[in-house]
């Protein structure tokens, strides 16, 4: 029983940490799209921190880590659908243009990049185990994060840009967080089957005992 539980952790923290790695590319990516004003994605992200790391104090589990991906992926949807309408109203309602573009920001992305900035005080929750190791965890991770971000920065301004319109690469980062999150619910079902098989199993052998 060990064993097998052993191998569902070795193969759940490479998922985990790829999942973080990806986040990281999207937050950057996102960043670069949203604009200039990076005080918006810095104070977003901050509380983003502040709510993951609450939320990961109350019975974290890799079913709701998944569903921060699904959030995410929905949330920012409206940047694609709805940034031209709603920024023409802000403008129009709003004639310094530096106010305007600050509260333009902050109603298209400040939603979705506080959900992104849950990401990464969660993992950190569901990859210690061994409190001594805590350090050395939570290092590895954002060194994992930050070069997801330095990759999503370069391939976003260097290429996608360049090669797509700005609407289908919000629609890609979209599509991928949401895939990202099924994919952990999906992991963390399969788990749970297997333990609950196990379990069954070994039941059934104490009665035969």
């Known amino acids: 029983m ?3 539980n052993n191998k569902i952790q070795q193969w759940q923290n490479p998922l985990i940490y790829l999942l973080a790695f990806s986040s990281g590319f999207c937050i950057m990516g996102i960043e670069l799209l949203g604009g200039r004003i990076l005080a918006v994605f810095m104070l977003s992200l901050s509380f983003g921190y502040l709510a993951g790391g609450k939320l990961s104090t109350k019975a974290a589990s890799l079913n709701r880590y998944g569903l921060i991906f699904i959030c ?5 949807l409206p940047v694609a659908f709805s940034s031209e309408w709603l920024m023409e109203a802000i403008f129009l309602a709003i004639e310094d243009t530096r106010y305007g573009s600050l509260l333009a920001s902050m109603a298209l992305f400040f939603i979705p990049t506080v959900i992104l900035g849950m990401i990464s005080p969660y993992s950190v929750r569901l990859l210690v185990t061994d409190k001594n190791k805590s350090g050395q965890v939570a290092g590895f991770l954002y060194f994992v994060s930050t070069l997801g971000s330095a990759l999503g920065t370069i391939i976003t301004s260097f290429y996608l840009v360049l090669l ?6 919000i629609m890609v980062f979209s599509a991928t967080l949401l895939v990202l999150g099924v994919s952990a619910m999906l992991f963390n079902r399969v788990n749970q089957q297997k333990t609950l098989s196990e379990n069954d199993n070994n039941h059934q052998g104490v009665a035969h005992e």
Do not use: M
Request: aromatic content about 8%; charged content about 20%.
């Open 2 to 4: 060990t064993n097998k």
């Open 72 to 76: 995410a992926g929905i949330a920012i």
């Open 164 to 169: 797509f319109e700005v609407n289908d690469i």
